[in-house]
Nanobody, 122 residues
Framework: QVQLAESGGGSVQAGGSLRISCVVRGDISGYCMAWYRQAPGKEREKVARILASGTQSFYTDAVKGRFTISRDNDKRTGYLQMNTLKPEDSAVYYC????????????????WGQGTQVDVSS
């Protein structure tokens, strides 16, 4: 049984920062990690992904320069540091893991977390 436990969401004013975390519980290895988000009435979109080695990361244009994805493989934990937050960043943020893939798209995702709410007020 594999579970992804997200934490760290909350409410913040525009311009502020939040860090959300995702702990991977279960017997898996060699997995990429990604963060997706979904705002009300919108499709789920990929925000960032990081390869299993942690040496390469990728971002959607809307968050480049503001968000940083990272991971601590010893702790089996992934992070999304979000700076200079904007109201349009408000969404439920989902942690995702792909076993033996690069997390390029949803077809490469093996497990999903339950999501954590991020609200940014203007």
């Amino acid at each position: 049984q594999v579970q992804l436990a997200e934490s760290g969401g909350g409410s913040v004013q525009a311009g502020g920062s939040l860090r959300i975390s995702c702990v991977v519980r279960g017997d898996i290895s060699g997995y990429c990690m990604a963060w997706y988000r979904q705002a009300p009435g919108k499709e789920r979109e990929k925000v960032a992904r990081i390869l299993a080695s942690g040496t390469q990361s990728f971002y959607t244009d809307a968050v480049k320069g503001r968000f940083t994805i990272s991971r601590d493989n010893d702790k089996r934990t992934g992070y999304l540091q979000m700076n200079t937050l904007k109201p349009e960043d408000s969404a439920v943020y989902y942690c995702a893991v792909g076993v033996g893939t690069t997390c390029l798209n949803t077809r490469q995702i093996t497990y999903w977390g339950q999501g954590t709410q991020v609200d940014v007020s203007s």
